[in-house]
């Protein structure tokens, strides 16, 4: 059950970057983060209060509250480094992040087999392969690198701190509902200081009407990456984290199928070689 809730992971936060991605062509990325996680935060907030899931509060809340922190700090890195390029560079160095959860599991006394060492060596390397690094043409600059470094640490720290914010299945909701919350504060203030800085928060053209027809595709982003974070801290608590964090990382693999399949965008050979070797470590992981 662990493999398939990380799996499940690795789908959702695929097709939630893919989403993102797309979003911010028309939307600024600010915007687009803020709006997806306030639609999450109201759907949590529902089933919050359908479930009863109030009554689990407790200290290990802080955890999410962390995690809330984070994330937004994490993903505006992201977009930073992105924006100073190349993404073929930025793109899966960013996916290294998958090595924090993996050294809290090591930390707290998991041992993997040897063939899940060898799978979790295989997969770490065809998820980064997946991204289509660049290995030759414009320089890289020391500020991206910088900024990319950041946000893998703070993608990792999320996976390492939401799966120890919640004991039952009612606690998980409420630590994502906590979390949710604290990302739209912390996102919240960014955007706010972002426009005090001259920036815009809506598209130049269409403005908030093109905000407003995008809102389900925000939805969409909001509650897939909710999902996502809940379906890795299943995985974490029902099998070993190194072995769950490495397979809830491939979604940069279905990030480019989806890229493939809806956008019509050529797999490079690089890519296709780092989606086949995900896979295979994903085999090698599930057969230790």
Not at 79 to 101: D, F, K
Not at 234 to 258: D, E, F, I, K
Not at 273 to 280: D, H, Q, S, V
Request: glycine residues 14%; contains cysteine; positive net charge.
């Amino acid at each position: 059950m662990s493999a398939l809730f990380a799996l499940a992971t690795s789908l959702l936060w695929g097709l939630a970057d893919f989403g993102g991605g797309l979003l911010t062509r028309r939307i600024p990325a600010l915007t687009v983060v803020v709006v997806s996680q306030c639609l999450a935060v109201v759907v949590l907030g529902a089933v919050v209060l359908a479930t009863g899931a109030w009554t689990a509060w407790g200290p290990q809340l802080w955890f999410a509250v962390a995690a809330g922190a984070v994330g937004p700090v994490a993903m505006l890195s992201f977009y930073r480094a992105l924006a100073l390029g190349p993404m073929g560079v930025i793109s899966p160095l960013g996916s290294i992040g998958v090595l924090v959860p993996i050294g809290v599991g090591l930390l707290l006394g998991e041992r993997p087999g040897l063939l899940q060492y060898g799978g979790i060596a295989v997969a770490v390397v065809g998820v980064l392969l997946a991204g289509g690094p660049e290995l030759r043409g414009a320089p890289v600059q020391r500020q991206a690198i910088l900024l990319t470094l950041v946000a893998a640490f703070g993608f990792g720290a999320v996976m390492a701190l939401i799966a120890e914010a919640s004991t039952t299945l009612t606690g998980l909701f409420l630590a994502l509902f906590v979390q949710r919350v604290t990302n739209v504060v912390a996102g919240g203030a960014a955007l706010w200081l972002s426009v005090r800085r001259g920036a815009r928060a809506l598209p130049q053209d269409g403005g908030l009407r093109v905000v407003w027809a995008a809102l389900p595709a925000l939805a969409f982003v909001g509650l897939a990456d909710v999902a996502a974070n809940g379906t890795y801290a299943l995985a974490a608590r029902t099998g070993p984290v190194t072995v769950a964090a490495v397979l809830a990382s491939l979604y940069p693999v279905v990030t480019a199928l989806a890229a493939r399949g809806v956008l019509k965008e050529k797999l490079r050979t690089v890519q296709a070689a780092g989606a086949g070797l995900a896979l295979l470590g994903t085999v090698l992981l599930a057969g230790g």
